[in-house]
């Protein structure tokens, strides 16, 4: 008789990311002593701050007052260097992936992507790339769908819901909401074809009706939608210091004494409920018809996988910025003269991305996160979210916890057996829309801790 080899049963993935993850060590997907070139995605704000829309609850807005006066478009010089220099610096095959953001990045005109598109097939040479935009869509005619068809463009549309909530807070100069022309901007990318996805922002306007915008977005075609929950805070001292109008994102370990909120800001509980009421539409309708991606990233999350957004994974610093005139910065919600890391004309991105300081931004959202978070069942899932939140107490008065903790909670414990279920699902070869013909039992038991 053969000697059979005993098997060790292996925990699953999920299981070994929560240990990691209660003790501190360091989570799988980082490997910061590694020298060899890393992956990111450098999202490009052409026309810096300007735009036409003055909606109320915009971050970014404000950000002019810490830019050079005059004209922020992007030369063509910077264009080059930034098109030139991120090709090269991407390692591997894998197309590379340019994403346009603004302000309202639709404002520098066609020529400017042509232009773009143009020196990307230059420098890519033969590698393939892709180019996202995300805009209002007010400036959207035939000319741009045209050109956004042809060039295989992905759009993200700026729509928070049914005109009353949309127009809530996203006005004109006028202080008129941006409702129809948004609409129409979106009836150019259906009509010409163009591949497109929702951004909605979830107010306190919207976090009542979470149905309504549910509803209205799936009738008005979308099939792919992002649900950002709006949170600023009032200024501190540190920004009324730069001119800023809001709070300056939270540094590390930063102990915030006083958390005064926006009107236009969630409650955290709402959002949590929110959430739970669309999911629970979601769960047992449109698994497999229609996407939102809090619920793919939160799935991902609980099978141990990247999460695919850098505030649901362990650490961040992989997602810079670069500014009209070059400047490159370590985040979109820290662009502030400290986290500058260098200018895309004169210095090495991959130098800028793996220079100490940046590594350093990277590191700390996981190692600053409270004891708190690490001992909370459905921890694994968010990760502590964006660092820019984390600007709260834990219930034993440790500093760094987020605003939106309670609202995430509540989420994630609600979807936790249907993920458990899809999981199981899946891995017996069933697609997850086999979900909305399952019976769930709905335990109460953390997040990582159902298999």
Same mark, same amino acid.
């Given at each position: ?183 129409? &901007? ?150 502030y003269p400290e986290y500058r890391l260098g200018n895309i004309v004169t210095d090495d991105l991959q130098e800028m991305m793996q220079s100490p300081a940046q590594r350093r931004f990277g590191d700390a959202k996981l190692d600053a996160l409270p004891k708190y978070c690490r ?24 500093? &760094? ?51």
């Open positions: 008789m053969s000697k059979r080899r005993r098997r060790t049963k292996k925990k699953p993935r999920h299981q070994a990311r929560s240990k990691a993850f209660a003790q501190g060590a360091p989570a799988p997907q980082a490997n910061s002593d590694s020298p060899e070139p890393i992956r990111f995605c450098l999202m490009a704000k052409p026309i810096g701050p300007a735009c036409n829309l003055r909606c109320q609850y915009c971050f970014y807005l404000e950000k002019e007052a810490l830019l050079d006066r005059g004209d922020h478009r992007m030369s063509d010089e910077v264009l080059e260097a930034y098109v030139r220099k991120y090709i090269e610096s991407q390692p591997g095959r894998e197309p590379v992936a340019f994403h346009w953001q603004g302000g309202e990045p639709t404002l520098i005109g066609l020529d400017f992507y042509r232009k773009a598109v143009e020196l990307q097939r230059r420098y890519a040479r033969g590698r393939a790339f892709t180019n996202t935009i995300q805009t209002n869509g007010v400036l959207l005619d035939d000319e741009w769908g045209r050109f956004l068809s042809k060039g295989s463009w992905m759009v993200g549309l700026s729509l928070d819901g049914p005109k009353e909530i949309h127009d809530a807070y996203r006005l004109d100069p006028q202080g008129h909401g941006s409702f129809d022309a948004v609409m129409r &901007g979106l009836d150019v990318l259906k009509r010409h074809r163009v591949e497109f996805n929702v951004l909605a922002s979830v107010t306190p306007t919207s976090t009542p009706q979470p149905l309504e915008v549910y509803n209205f977005l799936k009738q008005a075609g979308v099939e792919f939608v992002q649900f950002m929950p709006i949170v600023e805070r009032l200024p501190d001292q540190a920004a009324e210091e730069l001119g800023l109008q809001l709070a300056v994102g939270v540094r590390s370990g930063e102990d915030v004494q006083t958390v005064r909120m926006t009107p236009w800001s969630v409650e955290p509980e709402a959002y949590g409920m929110f959430l739970c009421r669309i999911f629970d539409q979601w769960v047992r309708h449109d698994v497999g018809s229609f996407t939102v991606m809090n619920f793919e990233w939160a799935l991902a999350n609980y099978m141990g996988r990247p999460a695919g957004v850098c505030q649901w994974m362990p650490r961040c610093g992989r997602s810079p910025i670069i500014e009209h005139n070059g400047d490159v910065y370590a985040c979109d919600h820290y662009m001992q909370c069942p459905v921890g694994p899932a968010c990760w502590g979210e964006c660092p820019k939140r984390r600007f709260c107490r834990t219930p034993d008065g440790e500093p &760094g916890l987020n605003y939106l903790c309670a609202g995430y909670k509540r989420f994630f414990e609600h979807a936790a057996p249907y993920f458990h279920a899809i999981t199981k699902l899946m891995q017996a070869g069933h697609p997850a829309s086999k979900i909305m013909e399952t019976e769930i039992a709905v335990v109460p038991s953390g997040f990582m801790k159902l298999h």
